[in-house]
């Protein structure tokens, strides 16, 4: 089956850039995600991509998509504390209509 | 305003004995679905429906079942919890065939113990 993996935990200073990675196996998802999960809370669609886009630029958010390595990343710039979070990729394979989740990256943002 | 709601929030029981985690949604979607979070594993679904009566199995669906009667609700039940089933849940909904539309409930963090 699809397998997503991430890194589990980033640490980065305020105002710095974050990149969190993501790695997959299967191609076949039409749209690739980033969600944002803050402390108790559920999870928040952030952006999304799709398949056919190399990038794509949502004010501070730049989400590349490598799709010969299968590599998918997420680039905030000017990191805030307010953007401490877990964030998920997640992807469709296939026409199964099912997200398959990443194991989370947890990004801490000092001040 | 748009959301889904799951009750109770937080859930400490001891092994054994039933329970049943609530989720509702005020959007009409059509496609409803459970995942526990557990650390380093990020989601794993349970169930998932796609419409009234139709449920069916996700990644890790042993020890739950699920019931959609009405379209607007899809409970989880655990019949007889064990503590590998400590978790936090979520449901989620969305309308058929739309996948960026997916609304996550709050979270049920439940202890079994």
């Known amino acids: 089956g699809e397998d997503v993996e991430q890194s589990l935990f980033l640490s980065v200073r305020e105002g710095d850039s974050s990149v969190i990675n993501c790695t997959y196996t299967?191609?076949?998802?039409?749209?690739l995600y980033w969600y944002k999960q803050e402390p108790g809370a559920g999870l928040q669609l952030l952006t999304y991509?799709?398949?056919?886009?190399d990038m794509k630029q949502d004010q501070r958010l730049t989400v590349l998509l490598n799709k010969k390595d299968k590599h998918l990343s997420l680039r905030i710039a000017d990191t805030q504390t307010g953007d401490s979070a877990i964030y998920f990729c997640?992807?469709?394979?296939?026409?199964?209509?099912?997200?398959?989740f990443g194991q989370g990256t947890t990004l801490q943002v000092k001040p | 305003e748009a959301q889904v709601t799951q009750n109770p929030r937080y859930l400490i029981t001891v092994t054994g004995k039933k329970l049943t985690v609530t989720c509702s949604q005020n959007?009409?979607?059509?496609?409803m679905s459970w995942y526990r979070q557990d650390p380093g594993l990020g989601l794993r679904q349970i169930y998932y429906s796609m419409n009234v009566e139709v449920t069916d199995k996700g990644d890790v669906p042993e020890g739950y079942k699920v019931s959609r009667k009405e379209k607007r609700n899809f409970p989880l039940i655990l019949e007889s919890p064990s503590p590998n089933q400590t978790s936090l849940y979520f449901c989620?909904?969305?309308?058929?065939?739309?996948?960026?539309?997916?609304?996550f409930g709050p979270g049920t963090r439940l202890t079994v113990l």
């Open positions: 299967d191609s076949s998802s039409t749209y």
């Open positions: 959007m009409n979607h059509e496609y």
């Open positions: 997640a992807m469709v394979p296939g026409n199964t209509g099912k997200l398959i």
């Open positions: 991509i799709f398949s056919n886009m």
């Open positions: 989620a909904s969305r309308r058929q065939g739309v996948v960026d539309t997916q609304y």
